[in-house]
């Protein structure tokens, strides 16, 4: 698999070390700024993710069991009620 990004080694740039191990530790970008310009963003590497567990004969049951639990649904008169709901202004602050 070929490098996303050109590789650079750190250890004589005891700065850029400091900022790299601040972004790894905390798992969030840092944006690097010069006179209020990003010139530059540090990312954290991904961390594997942990293996999935597979699903057990309890969660086959029940998904299985979940079939057909929306037959008596009326999924026109759903979508009415969700389209409708997106046009209700959400409701006032209350002050205390």
Known sequence: MAA???SMDVDAM???LR???DVA?????RSLCLDGKEIAVLLPV???RKPRRLPTEKDAE??????????????????TDIYASRDVPPAPPIDL
Request: proline share 6%.
């Open 25 to 29: 530790a905390a798992g969030r970008p």
């Open 62 to 79: 029940a998904f299985r069991a979940a079939a057909g639990s929306w037959r008596d649904v009326d999924t026109d008169r759903l979508l």
């Open 4 to 6: 996303r990004f050109e």
């Open 19 to 21: 900022l790299a191990e």
């Open 46 to 48: 991904q961390a594997k």
């Open 14 to 16: 005891p700065e850029v």
